[in-house]
């Protein structure tokens, strides 16, 4: 259902439903990178990377569709790990430009799921280690998993000083005063247990006002399974067919998926069959992927072909 790193543990969280509820997993990766130095100084950057107590190795790799195959270092840390912030920490003591990294800012969620072989919201089972998928992606009449939804939304604060004064969960109006509402709201969730969170305005406003306000009444606000969410990510402006665009920044649950519907053009066009069609296609997982436009999806199936033709992604 859902899948993340954890980089504290250096392990892959994954969430498997089940007919009797949702089990939290960790498992063992080791998302394995590729560098080369541009300049031929090879013992800079092995050393950098063996004092780490990373395993290298030089190794020769297709990294051009019309190139022949070159030598980098392969570079295996050996647990779940950001590879990003270590090709960062290189070109700063280094200085900028001296290597070209490979395959180090392909999302761990999906990066794990193209190598295994496996894709979300499908019937899988676990034999002797390995993963074993139990409907194709050939498959149209395959079976939909069985998730609960619950609805989530409230007025719009003037400000966060404003305290929440109404919610609605699914058709239920929670009213009261601040702290009765939201725990009014832990209380319909723990009875609900949903497996998806469909809020309007969740992103842009409502999830990050409810945690606030929770913290300024001292309650824990518990909406994901795990009690915290994910660091949420930074906004971003960009140009689409001669529109500038913002997508506010993400707020992620563990444990539980949330769709911001005000935030997803694929759930407006797709709803929760047209996003499960989705995921399973492109190896995104269905919280990431509800914030996705097509073209991005398109190049998430560009990504898992040139991994599997053997090519490193620049």
């Known amino acids: 259902m859902d899948i993340y790193p954890d980089l504290k543990k250096g392990k892959m969280v994954i969430w498997l439903r089940t007919e009797k509820g949702c089990h939290k997993v960790l498992l063992d990766y080791d998302p394995v990178f590729y560098a080369r130095p541009l300049e031929g100084d090879w013992e800079t950057l092995e050393e950098v990377y063996e004092y780490m107590d990373f395993d290298v ?8 569709i ?13 647990e ?29 969620d999906q990066r794990y799921l193209i190598e295994n072989e496996v894709h979300p919201l499908s019937l899988i089972k676990k034999e002797n280690g390995a993963w074993e998928m139990l409907d194709d992606l050939e ?15 409230g007025s719009k604060p003037g ?9 609605k969960a699914d058709k239920k109006e929670l009213t009261g ?35 606030h306000r929770a913290q300024v009444n001292d309650v824990r606000l518990t ?23 913002y997508k506010p920044p993400r707020y992620d649950l563990k444990g539980r998926v949330h769709i911001d519907k005000s935030n997803s053009f694929l759930y407006g066009e797709g709803k929760l069959e047209g996003l499960t069609e989705l995921s ?23 990504i898992e072909q040139v991994l599997k033709d053997g090519y490193r992604i620049p």
């Open 57 to 64: 190795e030089r190794v020769k790799r297709k990294t051009g």
């Open 66 to 78: 019309y190139e022949k195959k070159k030598e980098v270092l392969r570079i295996s840390p050996g």
């Open 80 to 108: 779940v790990f950001d590879p990003r912030r270590q090709a960062d920490a290189l070109d700063f003591f280094t200085g900028y430009g001296k290597y070209r990294f490979y395959n180090v800012d392909i999302p761990l």
């Open 139 to 153: 498959d149209i009449d395959y079976i939909r998993p069985p998730l609960r939804t619950m609805h989530l939304s």
């Open 159 to 167: 400000s966060e000083r404003e305290p929440v004064s109404y919610l």
């Open 177 to 211: 005063d601040e702290r009765e509402i939201i725990e009014k709201l832990n209380r319909y969730i723990e009875k609900r247990d949903p497996d998806i969170l469909i809020t309007q305005g969740g992103d842009t406003y409502l999830i990050p006002y409810l945690f």
């Open 223 to 245: 909406l994901g399974r795990e009690r915290t969410v994910h660091p949420p990510r930074d906004g971003s402006t960009y140009h689409s067919y001669g529109r500038v665009i």
């Open 280 to 302: 399973r296609l492109s190896k995104v997982p269905l919280q990431r992927l509800s914030r996705r436009s097509p073209g991005g999806l398109v190049n998430a199936m560009e």
